[in-house]
Structures are given as structure tokens and as C-alpha cells.
């Protein structure tokens, strides 16, 4: 005789921000995102012109103070509240938006990006980040005015001939840095399951006569992460049966979850983490220490020789240890390939990486954030001078060792879950890692740190 099933509960329904009249009439209406996107182009036509035309001194320049004090230290701020949603606002997919409907062939993007897209923006990252120190893009308003320039021609270029947002998914060095960022954010668009499996027409991917196809090329029934949803709404605006929810998750909670990790993602995860190093340690007195052992070994005191060779350097420590611990797994703990934990463990950096990278962003943004004023005084001829600090450097140092030590047990923790909550034994060579850069970020956080504005 078949006992009687018990009553079970049924599933939490996920908090849903689209079931705010409010919010959802915004969202829906012809006004998002293209206000936030108009304000950005305004802003950012007055930031270019300024590089290009202000001050040449970085640190009384406003172009340089906006880009540098303020969006560059908060822009990863929002991936991790609000995902890619500056990529739904950002000047750079208005534009490309523009160009597209004005003069775009509509051809679709190329099998080469599709394929070998997310390397080449790992590339791009790591050159553009090379040719900063080299050319010093950061402490010049002219070559910052002309990097921005350089990445307007290559969206426009792309939109030309390509269709939706070919520069964005495929190219953009920042998308593969929000994409990263955004896995581990505490929001996320998804759709119901059961509604969407019965939909016939995807207009969430193909567009309707209420909004553009997706532009970043994404299907709602079948995603499974952030990585490359912007937030931009037209899902929402296009979808006849309201089965899209936009909800607030748990941090890092999609690491672990994601169906088909890839080889590539891991890379820049692990690539990030040496970058994070090198801006780091650039910003401190024991650089020159380091510049100068390298000087002795190669026996030439070229700035651009010896510091090429420690960039090297810092992107191959985290890609080797982290292939070096997934050989170690892989042979002697886990029931996996070297090249299989490769991918699945490189998520686990991001945490690390978003900490080491918040944690150098906040010295810049609260400790120069006066420059911001200073400097727009000055665009109407009040020139001003004075501390820049709001908060004093060891109120940030301390802001900094939480973020290391919250970053690093994420970190620890995504290895748990990836690891399929395996016994410490099976798992402790990539416990072991992560603890390790979060000791090396720590030590780094506790030495001075040299101000870019001042």
C-alpha cells in the first residue's frame, strides 16, 4: 500500500524587482535606458574634450579626474550591485547603436569573434593595461583623451559593418571585465522556465515592434549567468508573456553553477589577478626596489624593458600556480584532468580579484575625491588646493584589509562549491592558493600607496 505523499513546500519564488509597478512601467517605458544612455554621451563629450583640449596637468585636469578618481574606481562598484548595467548605459553602446541604424550593413558578427572573442578581449586587456605604464596613459590627459578616441573609432568600425553590439561581447576590454565581475554580482535577469519553454515567438532574441533584438545576443530561456546581460530591458519590453524576473541573488552564488565553464573565462579570471598585482605594486615605494633587481639581471636600466619583464612576470604567476594546483588535484585528489580543473577552479579567483581590485580603486576614490571639485572649480576659473582626502588613509587601509579577508573566503568558499563540497583533503592545493593571494593582497594593502591626482 502506497503511503500518502507528504505536503512539501514549494520552492521560494524568487523576489522579483519588475513586480514594482513603478519599476516596471520605467523599465518598459520608451525613456529606459535611453536617459541614463543620453546623460553618459553628454558627459562623456565633455570628458574627451577636456582630455584633448584642458590642462595638460594630469592632476588639475577635470576630464582626468572624472575618468580616473571617479568612473574607473566605481564603474566596478556597479558590476557587483547592479551587473552590466553600465554596459546598458555606457556612451560607447549608444553610440554603436546610432551607427548601426544610420549606416550599418547588419551583417552578422564574424565565426573568428564568435569564436575567439572573450582571448581577444584577454588580449586587449592585457595590452591596453601594458601600454598605460609604457606611454602613461593614466597620468596623461592627451592619452587618455586618446585611448577613449581609439575605442570610439573601433565601435564605430564594428557597427558599420557588423550587427547589434559586435564591440561590446566580443571586443571590449571593460565587457570582459564586467562579464567577469558580473558573475559574481548581486543581481540577475532570468526568465521562467516553464513559461518560456512554451513561447514561440523569442522575442527576447529576435526583437518585436516594442524594442531591438537582444544586443548582446543573448536567449533568456537559456542563460544560466550575468556574464553577458546588460540590463538594457528590451527582454523585458519584447516579452509577450511577462516571464522575466530581474532579482537580487546571493554574491558569487553563479560560480559554481554555470553550465559550461570555458577555458578562456578562467584565463582572464587568472590574467585579472595579475593585473590587479601590477597596479598594485606599481603604486608603492618597493616598485622602484623591484625595478631596479630586475635592472641588475638584465643589466639595462630601460624602463620599458624592465618593466615589460615584470608585467610578464605577474600574468604568469597566477595562470601557473593556478595550472600547477590543477595538476596537483588532478593527480592526486580529484577524478579530473589538469586542464579540467583548470577551468572550473580559475572562477574561483574572481572574488580575489574583485577585492584586490575594489581595494586599490577606494584608496584613489577616498583619498583624491576633492580633485573632483577642485578641478569642475576650476573649469570656471576658481582655482582651489587643499587636502583631497575625505577619509584619512588608514580608515582605507582598514575598509581595504575587510574587503581582502570577505574577498578571500569567497574565494575559499566558490572552491567548496565548485569542488562539489569535496573533504578538505581533496580540495586543500586550491584552498591553499587562494589563501595565498589573499596574504599577498593583504601585505600589499598594508604599505603606502602612491596617490595618481594630488
Request: hydrophobic share 45%; proline share 5%.
Amino acid at each position: 500500500m502506497a503511503l500518502p505523499e507528504k505536503n512539501l513546500p514549494s520552492p521560494k519564488k524568487p523576489f522579483n524587482f519588475l513586480d514594482i509597478p513603478f519599476i516596471n512601467k520605467f523599465i518598459k517605458s520608451k525613456w529606459y535606458p535611453g536617459i541614463f544612455q543620453w546623460l553618459g554621451m553628454a558627459f562623456f563629450g565633455l570628458i574627451v574634450f577636456e582630455l584633448m583640449t584642458g590642462t595638460v596637468n594630469p592632476h588639475r585636469n577635470w576630464g582626468t579626474a572624472m575618468t580616473w578618481v571617479l568612473w574607473w574606481p566605481v564603474v566596478p562598484i556597479l558590476f557587483v550591485l547592479v551587473g552590466r548595467f553600465w554596459c546598458a548605459v555606457c556612451p560607447f553602446g549608444k553610440i554603436s547603436d546610432i551607427v548601426r541604424r544610420l549606416v550599418g550593413s547588419q551583417s552578422p558578427m564574424p565565426k573568428f569573434l564568435k569564436k575567439y572573442g572573450i582571448w581577444l578581449i584577454d588580449i586587449t586587456f592585457i595590452v591596453i593595461t601594458w601600454a598605460d605604464h609604457i606611454f602613461g596613459v593614466v597620468h596623461s590627459p592627451r592619452g587618455s583623451g586618446i585611448l577613449l578616441l581609439l575605442l570610439l573609432t573601433m565601435v564605430v568600425v564594428t557597427s558599420v559593418f557588423y550587427e547589434r553590439r559586435t564591440f561590446c561581447k566580443s571586443l571590449c576590454f571593460l565587457g570582459g571585465l564586467a562579464g567577469n565581475y558580473s558573475r559574481a554580482g548581486t543581481l540577475e535577469l532570468r526568465g521562467n522556465p516553464d513559461i518560456c519553454r512554451t513561447c514561440k515567438t523569442q522575442a527576447c532574441y529576435k526583437g518585436s515592434e516594442k524594442a531591438e533584438a537582444c544586443n548582446m545576443f543573448q536567449f533568456v530561456r537559456t542563460m544560466d549567468n550575468s556574464a553577458e546581460c546588460n540590463l538594457c530591458g528590451d527582454c523585458v519590453k519584447n516579452c509577450p508573456n511577462d516571464s522575466i524576473r530581474i532579482s537580487p541573488r546571493k554574491p558569487t552564488m553563479e560560480l559554481w553553477g554555470i553550465k559550461k565553464p570555458m577555458l578562456e573565462q578562467s584565463f582572464l579570471a587568472a590574467v585579472i589577478m595579475g593585473i590587479v598585482l601590477v597596479q598594485n605594486v606599481t603604486m608603492l615605494e618597493v616598485w622602484d626596489t623591484i625595478l631596479n633587481g630586475i635592472g641588475a639581471i638584465t643589466r639595462t636600466s630601460s624602463f620599458n624593458v624592465n618593466f615589460t619583464i615584470a608585467f610578464i612576470i605577474a600574468m604568469i604567476i597566477p595562470i601557473g600556480t593556478l595550472w600547477y594546483v590543477s595538476k596537483l588535484g588532478s593527480k592526486t585528489y580529484l577524478d579530473s584532468t589538469t586542464k579540467e580543473n583548470f577551468i572550473r577552479f580559475g572562477y574561483a579567483y574572481i572574488p580575489i580579484d574583485l577585492a584586490g581590485h575594489l581595494g586599490h580603486n577606494l584608496f584613489h576614490l577616498l583619498t583624491e575625491t576633492k580633485a573632483l571639485y577642485y578641478n569642475t572649480m576650476g573649469l570656471f576659473g576658481h582655482y582651489m588646493t587643499g587636502d583631497l582626502a575625505i577619509v584619512s588613509e588608514g580608515t582605507v587601509q582598514i575598509l581595504q584589509f575587510i574587503l581582502v579577508g570577505f574577498g578571500t573566503w569567497l574565494s575559499m568558499y566558490v572552491v567548496y562549491r565548485i569542488g562539489n563540497r569535496k573533504s578538505f583533503k581533496q580540495l586543500w592545493p586550491f584552498y591553499l592558493l587562494m589563501l595565498i593571494f589573499g596574504i599577498l593582497n593583504f601585505y600589499l594593502f598594508s604599505l603606502p600607496m602612491d596617490h595618481r591626482v594630488h
